[in-house]
Every structure is written in structure tokens, then in C-alpha cells.
T-cell receptor, first 110, second 118 residues
Framework: RKEVEQDPGPFNVPEGATVAFNCTYS??????FFWYRQDCRKEPKLLMS???SGNEDGRFTAQLNRASQYISLLIRDSKLSDSATYLC???????????FGSGTRLLVRP | GAVVSQHPSWVICKSGTSVKIECRSL??????MFWYRQFPKQSLMLMAT?????????EQGVEKDKFLINHASLTLSTLTVTSAHPEDSSFYIC??????????????FGEGSRLTVL
């Protein structure tokens, strides 16, 4: 089983739509979880951190289910600028060593 | 936020030559730097962890004699791809962390270096 599994997409949605991405991880010892966003040919940038059951930041909501080893990211009112690849990243330990999922590609159309 | 600069942003070289990529932390001292490689439409794959003043720790399957990593100072780590071949063509990205930076998992990434080997 892969350490991190994500639906590669692409998810093609109209502006204003709500879209959700799922991610499963295999390491039950993971304590911290992150969603990164990566634009084409650019470096990844931190979108959200998830420490407890979940958190919300504006249009973005992340949820964590430790029992199922599952993380989700919900984007409401999609903007064209949300088009990117979203990477699920469980932290392996406290050493900042991050293992990235393959990412889910989102395309928001006018 | 903390700034990490990577150079060059892109490079084209002939097969068999060596290429050096630099990763600098501009406004903090990076005790640990990570080097990733990303092939088209694939995930970032961790290649090695570089600690200042010591030998890098390579991930399984990464040839340490081919990908030489030097972290001689707290602000600079270099990755040298030796005897590059077309299959080494990829996007190489560094990231940095240091004690004192917020423990949020926010690694600070360089802009990446796109290597094309002809």
C-alpha cells in the first residue's frame, strides 16, 4: 500500500462550485497533516495544517479521521485561481521530513 | 515568511556532464535541508536529507555517488548531479527547516530547478 493515496483527478468544475478531495495514509503514527498547493512548474506552498479533527480557513475546510486514516479538503465557491494540484502530506515525525502524495489536480473553468 | 532561494531555475546540459544546483536560506539558518525530485505528473519524491556539517542521508534507491549533496554552511546546500543522463531530467526542489521556525510543517521551498539533459 502506498504511504499516501490521492485521486489524481483532474476535477473539472465551474466557478462557484464546491469540490472535495480525499486522501488516505498508511502510517497510523502520523501526527500532523498538511495540504499543499502546487501550481504548474512551481514549488509547493502550504495551504492548510490539520492537527485535530479538522479546521477551516475561509473557503477551505480540512477534516481528519484518524480511525480511517483519511483526510479531506473541501473548497467552497471555487475561483479560477484555485486551479492547481493539491498535495496531501502526512508528517512522518517531528523532523520536518514530509512525504507527498501524488496530488489531485483541480481545474476551475469560467 | 522565511525565504529559500534556488539557483539555477533551469539548466540544459549535455549527457555526461555534471550540474550543480544551489539552495540558499536567505534570512535564517537552515540546519536541515531536503532535496526532492519531481517527474512530470508525479509526486515530489524525497531524495535526501541534508544536515549542516554532516553527511546527507539518502532515501532508498537514490544513488549517493550520483547525487552529491554538500551542506557546508547553515545557509547553503548544494546538489550535484554527476554524469547526468537524459533520465535525470527532472524538477529538483529544495526545502529548509531550522530550530525556531514555527512547528507547523511549513517547510520553506526553493523555487525549483528544472534540469534537461540532452
Amino acid at each position: 500500500r502506498k504511504e499516501v493515496e490521492q485521486d489524481p483527478g483532474p476535477f473539472n468544475v465551474p466557478e462557484g462550485a464546491t469540490v472535495a478531495f480525499n486522501c488516505t495514509y498508511s502510517n497510523s503514527a502520523s501526527q500532523s497533516f498538511f495540504w499543499y498547493r502546487q501550481d504548474c512548474r512551481k514549488e509547493p506552498k502550504l495551504l492548510m495544517s490539520v492537527y485535530s479533527s479538522g479546521n477551516e480557513d475561509g473557503r477551505f475546510t480540512a477534516q481528519l479521521n484518524r480511525a480511517s486514516q483519511y483526510i479531506s479538503l473541501l473548497i467552497r465557491d471555487s475561483k479560477l485561481s484555485d486551479s492547481a494540484t493539491y498535495l496531501c502530506v502526512p508528517s512522518q515525525d517531528s523532523s520536518y521530513k514530509l512525504i507527498f502524495g501524488s496530488g489531485t489536480r483541480l481545474l476551475v473553468r469560467p | 515568511g522565511a525565504v529559500v532561494s534556488q539557483h539555477p531555475s533551469w539548466v540544459i546540459c549535455k549527457s555526461g556532464t555534471s550540474v550543480k544546483i544551489e539552495c540558499r536560506s536567505l534570512d535564517f539558518q537552515a540546519t536541515t535541508m531536503f532535496w526532492y525530485r519531481q517527474f512530470p505528473k508525479q509526486s515530489l519524491m524525497l531524495m535526501a536529507t541534508s544536515n549542516e556539517g554532516s553527511k546527507a542521508t539518502y532515501e532508498q534507491g537514490v544513488e549517493k555517488d550520483k547525487f552529491l549533496i554538500n551542506h557546508a554552511s547553515l545557509t547553503l546546500s548544494t546538489l550535484t548531479v554527476t554524469s547526468a543522463h537524459p533520465e535525470d531530467s527532472s524538477f529538483y526542489i529544495c526545502s529548509a527547516s531550522a530550530p525556531g521556525l514555527p512547528v507547523t510543517g511549513e517547510l520553506f521551498f526553493g523555487e525549483g530547478s528544472r534540469l534537461t539533459v540532452l
